[in-house]
């Protein structure tokens, strides 16, 4: 086989169909859009148009509060962390921070920050840079005789 003699596979490569050419194509006058009507425009669309009358999706009640500013954490459970050490993927006597645990392959994207869960068992000691973790992973990882850093600004009472 060489470069000139490649092909595609018979029926791979469908033309496509010229619309509007002439009763002999058929695909003439119409173009396969039916008679007349907003619907057989160009341009049109009308998902969700109701003729006029107030669209189902408008009358529905809008729900909750999407807030655009909030941080998007990238989230790991201690499970992660145990099997990541085990399959000698992270090394247990650094620092394991955000781009160590994408080297490893156990978060694909450190996003805004990482956030540490305490879902899991540690059995060595760690040493975690992170942006937040909670208390029930901060209090495993401690008992287990390593330590955890958190970079999230510790929140102040405002009146």
Do not use: C, Y
């Amino acid at each position: 086989m060489k470069l000139n003699e490649l092909r595609d596979n018979e029926g791979a490569h469908k033309k496509r169909m010229r619309v509007g050419r002439g009763p002999g194509s058929g695909k003439g006058k119409t173009s396969g859009r039916g008679v007349k009507g907003q619907k057989s425009r160009t341009g049109v669309s009308l998902l969700g148009f109701e003729g006029g009358q107030m669209p189902l999706h408008m009358r529905m009640p809008k729900r909750g509060f999407n807030n655009p500013g909030a941080l998007k954490l990238a989230e790991v459970n201690l499970w992660r962390l145990a099997k990541a050490i085990e399959g000698k993927k992270l090394d247990a006597k650094k620092v394991i921070d955000a781009d160590a645990l994408i080297a490893a392959g156990v978060i694909r994207r450190a996003k805004d920050g990482v956030r540490l869960l305490g879902h899991g068992e540690i059995k060595g000691k760690l040493n975690l840079k992170v942006w937040s973790a909670s208390a029930s992973a901060v209090k495993a990882i401690e008992a287990a005789g390593g330590s955890v850093e958190q970079a999230r600004p510790a929140k102040t009472e405002e009146a």
